[in-house]
């Protein structure tokens, strides 16, 4: 396995003298995102997100199976995250780097353990029969900012998904294909997003939102906040490097919560022309089971 | 100029009246072609054949891809450590390393050569590419000693463009050429920089000021990723100094 | 969801891999990334040639033998198309994830062990030689695949090019073939009961599809409008009219 390249010295030492200027390489605002585009698949449950030269895919599956015997209520839900080396040569397949296992750490504590979906209602039968709702994340192609980015495919995805309709009938369950019955979405409680902030000075003095490969390559800490537009904090991650000002965190949740609200209101729209575009003829309104929340 | 272009893929018969032939110089060929034994000329990428009756050459123009050493080409490594005697330079992620002497520097002895520290930037040519060894580098010219803008590039920025962008900006007339005019235009605008680039898509951009080096490579990536012509360069250029201004 | 009727494709795709391409099919879309020459490792390096690895990835759920069987059979294709020589002691590395592949809406799949089946490769293959040609990797030739089913009804049996998934299914053998741009056989493989002759039907049924570009190849165009019904898309003049856009896009500025 090839190892990554590093950056060079004249590198190093000309993006810090940049960024004390106030300039970024690609000419955006310090606080400023790359453009965000969001495209849905034929299939439900997949959502295709770039952002800048960072793209990712992520494909939401369902499928009948029998529950943890030690939550006999709940239904299963696994978010999968394994850099290819599509992702960059660096990465090797059933070795995990730390790169990997901190995204799947964030995006499991976001999405998963923040309860954004209702796993009670993946339940069938109590102990015996449950969904188990798994997402791939593929990430195609790195340049920078993977968490906010891997995050905002998987809840796009997760909302965007249909899983076949059931039915219990004298303890007899049945799974209707797509072709007997309009597939349902999932019990959706909340839609969290990361944001994540890098440092650069020798205090951290310098915060970056949504920096480019390059730049997290000499960046001297970072910092993912995840929220939702409710301003609902689900955790946040500083994961060694510099200190940073308590003062200095606080502005950047602040920020955080503005850039979250965006990303809220861009997936809303997204899912709803999503809606309209697979709408035949308006039957949809009347076959559509979600019960408002 | 006598050139004709047509469209080849990896393996396609290349039609006989399109070979150029002269009475006493050899075919040469050129990248994208191999020959095989006894008299087939076949492309081995997609591409564009230009037959050049001239020089009677032959080749395959070609975007993309990853940089293949060859001699006499000049890049921009990065020292990646340094040995006994010589440094290993990574000219391309992911690669083996290229070998550059210690004293493959102008003027260089024992005692005066460069130091270069683990990430140091050089500007070289490569003296030897053979598909068996790894590449060597040379930082001074092997028949007048003298350095002819090789050597170590401190301060300033390196940016990554493609291959084909790479070539067209080292060519003699890159302008008429190669339809690249943004550094000229750059320069037009009263902006102090100067550059180098290296074969392998990565140029080098230096200046007193941050600011001019980061708008030289926004004009260059945008320039690359767009494929701008001149019209729209100049254009790009003067958006990007208003701007800054 | 229709499927596509009409192959499709996009090269370089993916900004940061050396070579790239997203290619749809019926009903099956992939993308793949080739990155190389670069360092092999140890253990793959070979003196004189360079190792061609080839990785396939499920949409959903984890590789299993069938995945490592897919990228064995691929493998071995694909190092005979590529120029390996040239490139002693290095890696020529292809991913190729799968995004979607065509739904059965009549049955519901198990999703956790992923299982793709034969009947992808021949888009697989194709988005690995579209990537290969992106990232100019010299090779001896292209090729372009295909994919025939045996159906039988009433005692005859009918062959059927592209083959959706219940068919696939109901059909008494299926047969993956590849050809080289010199219209040499590159890969040919076989599911099911069948009998040479109708092994023979297959072969010039595939190769129709894959070589078929009459009028470069100079063989007439009637001998291939005489044939009944739909002969499938000309898979060598999409690959070609596919790198016309791109090599016309590459040189903009001649």
Request: net charge negative; charged share 25%.
């Amino acid at each position: 396995m090839p190892r990554e390249a590093e950056p060079s010295l004249n590198e190093r030492q000309f993006v810090l003298q940049a960024l004390t200027e106030n300039l970024r390489l690609d000419g955006r605002e310090f606080d400023k995102y790359r453009p965000l585009e969001l495209t849905f698949g034929d299939e439900y449950g997949v959502a295709d997100v770039t952002l800048g030269k960072t793209r990712v895919l992520a494909k939401t599956s369902a499928e009948v199976t029998v529950p943890y015997v030690d939550r006999p209520l709940d239904g299963i839900f696994t978010i999968a995250t394994e850099l290819s080396p599509m992702t960059s040569p660096a990465f090797e397949l059933n070795r995990p780097t730390e790169t990997e296992v901190l995204l799947s750490r964030l995006i499991e504590k976001t999405v998963r353990r923040s309860g954004a979906m209702d796993t009670e209602s993946l339940c069938l039968v109590a102990g015996q029969k449950c969904w188990s709702v798994r997402v791939d994340v593929h990430v195609l192609s790195h340049d920078g900012n993977l968490t906010d980015a891997a995050c905002f495919a998987v809840v796009a995805a997760l909302r965007h998904f249909r899983k076949p309709d059931t039915s219990m009938e004298g303890g007899v369950l049945t799974v209707y294909t797509p072709a007997e019955r309009e597939p349902v979405p999932l019990s959706w409680l909340h839609s969290p997003f990361c944001v994540t902030w890098s440092f650069y000075g020798e205090e951290g003095e310098i915060a970056l939102l949504d920096a480019s490969w390059s730049e997290e390559q000499i960046r001297v800490g970072s910092c993912t906040i995840s929220l939702n537009r409710h301003g609902e904090i689900c955790q946040i991650a500083k994961l060694g490097g510099t200190p940073v000002e308590a003062v200095a965190l606080l502005q950047c949740t602040n920020v955080a919560l503005t850039k979250v609200k965006e990303f809220s209101t861009f997936l809303d729209k997204k899912l709803a022309e999503d809606a309209k575009r697979r709408d035949k003829g308006g039957l949809m309104a009347e076959l559509s089971a979600e019960n408002d929340r | 100029m006598t050139t004709e272009s047509l469209l080849v893929l990896p393996g396609d018969e290349i039609d006989p009246s399109l070979i150029p032939t002269h009475k006493k110089n050899p075919l040469r060929l050129g990248p994208g072609l191999r020959h095989v034994p006894p008299n087939h000329i076949l492309p081995t990428v997609a591409g564009q054949l230009v037959a050049d009756h001239r020089k009677t050459s032959l080749y395959v123009e070609y975007n993309g891809g990853r940089y293949i050493p060859s001699v006499s080409d000049l890049v921009i490594g990065q020292v990646t450590r340094s040995a006994a005697d010589l440094y290993y330079v990574n000219l391309n992620p992911y690669t083996p390393n290229a070998s550059l002497p210690h004293l493959a520097f102008e003027g260089a002895t024992k005692k005066t050569r460069p130091q270069l520290a683990p990430g140091a930037l050089v500007y070289a040519r490569i003296s030897l590419a053979n598909r068996h060894m790894d590449p060597e580098l040379e930082c001074v010219s092997a028949t007048t000693g003298k350095a002819e803008g090789l050597g170590p590039l401190t301060g300033g920025m390196i940016f990554d463009i493609s291959l084909g962008l790479a070539r067209r900006l080292l060519m003699a007339r890159s302008r008429e050429a190669g339809g690249i005019a943004v550094l000229e235009l750059l320069g037009a605008e009263g902006l102090a920089f100067e550059t180098a680039v290296g074969r392998n898509g990565k140029v080098w951009v230096g200046s007193e000021n941050t600011k001019t080096v980061v708008l030289v490579g926004r004009a260059l990536k945008e320039t690359d990723e767009k494929g701008l012509d001149v019209e729209q360069q100049k254009k790009l250029v003067q958006k990007l100094i208003k701007q800054m201004r | 969801m229709p499927a596509t009727r009409e192959p499709e494709a996009d090269l370089s795709v993916l900004p940061k891999a050396d070579g790239s391409a997203r290619y749809s099919y019926a009903g099956y879309t992939v993308t793949g990334s080739v990155n190389g020459p670069i360092e092999a490792q140890r253990r793959d390096e070979h003196a004189y040639e360079a190792h061609v690895d080839v990785i396939v990835r499920p949409a959903a759920g984890v590789g299993g033998t069938r995945e490592r069987h897919l990228e064995t059979t691929l493998q071995s294709s694909l190092t005979q198309l590529i120029l390996v020589k040239n490139f002693p002691r290095s890696l020529i590395q292809i991913v190729l994830q799968v995004e979607s592949a065509p739904e059965n809406d009549y049955v519901n799949t198990k999703l956790v062990q992923a299982s793709l089946n034969f009947a992808i490769i021949p888009a697989l293959l194709q988005t690995a030689v579209l990537a290969l040609l992106s990232a100019a990797v010299p090779m001896r030739a292209t090729a372009t695949s295909a994919i025939v089913a045996v159906v039988s009804q009433d005692g005859a049996s009918e062959l059927v090019a592209d083959p959706s998934p219940r068919e696939v299914e109901a059909a008494q053998s299926v047969h993956v073939l590849a050809f080289t741009s010199q219209d040499e056989l590159l890969l040919a493989e076989s599911e099911g009961d069948f009998t040479v002759k109708e092994w023979d039907d297959v072969y010039d049924t595939a190769k129709r599809i894959c070589c078929q570009s009459g009028a470069t190849k100079g063989e007439s165009i009637e001998m291939v409008l005489d044939e009944k019904g739909d002969n499938g898309p000309d898979m060598r003049q999409f690959l070609r009219s596919t790198l016309e856009t791109k090599v016309v896009a590459d040189l903009y500025w001649k």
